[in-house]
């Protein structure tokens, strides 16, 4: 089968095609931001093209020559601070990505299993009573990040009813492991609880809200779950990606603490806190379960573990 992967070399995009190089026969290519990295293109530029997905003519000409029989869509701005900095630019890049390839396939009479990557920010906020969420429950996001992704979710779900690409519609929650960017709360922790172990920044951790609670899910199993959805998904279905399990942002700093080998004090940073914060969000992955079979297998103490470790080899050879 030949399967496209947008957003390649993102923090998903490496687990997932090392992954699938590993389990399937699969042919695979994938697409990269122009501006990526030299070094990192020089390492995987076999299979991949560079390409911004608001090119309309690019994404035409790449479906047009690889003509996928999967796309998995893992390209797109998913930082939420940013997006309250640009929320244009979020809404542009990741709905009109997504457009641009979906109405490649209808011009080009192409069929591809179309995995569409929401995000559990789409529910949005409710009591504790409604947790964990199920794929039914309303959809109200509450930044222009999840806003974004209530659009890409119901756009694949009306190219389905439309044109019959048969697209299956993912709802992760947070996925975390090695290799994510400090911009993102678990990374950013931990890189701050390296560089105190390593002398290069005072024992004071900073941080935001600690109160939030959230579903955290390792990404090796995010992308095991994405390759059995595209396998085994009902096209038009949506389904969650999560652990059930809602966590604080606080468990996670004490987490690090204990883990940590220095003495470390935490401080509220008020700059760090968002314009709104969803108290609490997590989810039930039952119906993903019931279609592949799926279950996370990776402990969350495990990916705390080695996303500290990783960035601990960071500090030390950057020092």
């Not at 592949?292 to 050879?317: A, G, M």
Request: with cysteine.
């Amino acid at each position: 089968m030949r399967v496209l992967i947008t957003g390649g070399t993102g923090f998903v995009g490496p687990y997932l095609r090392r992954y699938l190089l590993t389990t399937t026969d699969w042919h695979l290519h994938a697409t990269c931001y122009p501006d990526a990295a030299p070094a990192l293109l020089d390492a995987v530029r076999e299979g991949f093209t560079q390409l911004d997905l608001r090119d309309q003519a690019g994404v035409y000409t790449l479906l047009e020559t690889f003509r996928p029989e999967a796309i998995i869509h893992l390209a797109g701005q998913s930082h939420v601070p940013t997006a309250y900095k640009d929320p244009w630019g979020t809404l542009e890049n990741n709905i009109r990505g997504q457009l641009h390839l979906l109405e490649a396939c209808v011009k080009l009479e192409l069929q591809p299993r179309f995995l569409v990557i929401g995000s559990g920010e789409e529910y949005g906020r409710d009591t504790p009573e409604a947790m964990p969420l199920r794929e039914d429950h309303p959809l109200r996001p509450e930044n222009p990040y999840s806003v974004s992704k209530v659009a890409q979710d119901v756009l694949g779900y009306q190219y389905f009813i439309s044109y019959g690409i048969p697209v299956v519609r993912m709802r992760p929650f947070n996925h975390v492991g090695p290799g994510q960017s400090p911009r993102f709360v678990l990374a950013a922790f931990a890189q701050q609880v390296a560089r105190i172990e390593a002398g290069q920044q005072e024992p004071v951790l900073r941080v935001g809200n600690l109160s939030p609670a959230r579903d955290f899910t390792d990404v090796r199993d995010v992308v095991r779950a994405y390759a059995l959805a595209l396998q085994h998904g009902e096209p038009g279905e949506a389904y969650n990606v999560c652990s059930g399990t809602g966590r604080t942002i606080q468990s996670i700093v004490n987490r690090l603490l204990e883990l940590s080998t220095a003495s470390i004090s935490v401080e509220i940073d008020p700059a760090r806190y968002r314009p709104a914060d969803v108290p609490a969000l997590y989810g039930s992955a039952e119906k993903l379960r019931r279609a592949t079979d799926w279950v996370p297998e990776i402990p969350f103490e495990q990916t705390v573990q080695d996303v500290l470790d990783e960035w601990r080899e960071n500090v030390l050879h950057n020092a």
